[in-house]
Nanobody, 125 residues
Framework: QVQLVESGGGLVQAGGSLRLSCAAS????????MGWFRQAPGKEREFVAG????????YYADSVKGRFTISRDNAKNTVYLQMNSLKPEDTAVYYC??????????????????WGQGTQVTVSS
């Protein structure tokens, strides 16, 4: 298992940008696929983006395609989520996730190996 710590959340106006970071402990980070999920108040946790262990494959929810970019730096044990053109509906707690195998959609939520504690993103209109 890896331990995950997110950072970079905050308050931003609609149309603005934020970059989330997720730092992982442990020497096996590069063997995990990584992902970002989010959960708004009163709603279920939803998939946002995923990236393969090598970084060569990325996956996005339709709602964020073209606006968000996931990337990773295995030398730094860190995964990033660059969020541009933010909308009020992007407001949620964002969670970093690690999983053996792939992280491509919401169906893997029950099989996530490690979760971060979450970071709040608030987009004002």
């Amino acid at each position: 298992q890896v331990q995950l710590v997110e950072s970079g959340g905050g308050l931003v106006q609609a149309g603005g940008s934020l970059r989330l970071s997720c730092a992982a402990s442990g020497r096996t980070f590069s063997s995990y696929a990584m992902g970002w999920f989010r959960q708004a108040p009163g709603k279920e946790r939803e998939f946002v983006a995923g990236i393969s262990w090598s970084g060569s494959n990325t996956y996005y929810a339709d709602s964020v395609k073209g606006r968000f970019t996931i990337s990773r730096d295995n030398a730094k044990n860190t995964v990033y989520l660059q969020m541009n053109s933010l909308k009020p509906e992007d407001t949620a707690v964002y969670y970093c996730a690690a999983r053996k195998g792939l992280v491509t959609d919401r169906s893997q939520i029950g099989d996530i190996g490690s979760w971060g504690q979450g970071t709040q993103v608030t987009v004002s209109s």
